[in-house]
């Protein structure tokens, strides 16, 4: 059974670094099969990708974020990490990561993403920018 969790803190001052880590479990990230994915949903507001790393750790951004986030990946413990800096409140939102056996191109320039693009989710994590 594949299971993906969230985990970091639910609070971060604008400014600063929002760091989040994703274990997963059940499937490997070093498996050439798939992608792992970072996507976050501000509140009433739809999904928004921002960024992924496949089975050889080559990392894909939103365009409008490259300058600010980063993605890496842990074999050891199989797990993939998530930092976007320079955060302000316009980063408030529910982050996920979830599997993806495929990256289309309007997802990477345009961060366009479905519940039904990736077959596993974690269930997601509150994070809030705020002083």
């Known amino acids: 059974q594949v299971q993906l969790q969230e985990s970091g803190p639910g609070l971060v001052k604008p400014s600063q670094t929002l760091s989040l880590t994703c274990t997963i479990s059940g499937s490997s990230i070093t498996s050439n099969l798939y992608f792992w994915n970072w996507i976050r949903q501000p509140s009433g507001k739809g999904l928004e990708w921002i960024g992924a790393i496949d089975y050889v750790g080559t990392t894909y951004y939103l365009p409008c974020l490259k300058s600010r986030i980063s993605i890496s990946g842990d074999t050891s413990k199989n797990q993939i990490s998530l930092q976007l800096s320079s955060v302000t409140p316009e980063d408030t939102a529910v982050y996920y990561c979830?599997?993806?056996?495929?990256?289309?191109?309007?997802?990477?320039?345009?961060?366009?993403?479905?519940?039904?693009?990736?077959?596993?989710w974690g269930q997601g994590t509150q994070v809030t920018v705020s002083s």
């Open positions: 979830a599997r993806s056996d495929k990256i289309t191109f309007a997802t990477m320039t345009e961060g366009t993403v479905d519940w039904g693009d990736c077959d596993y």
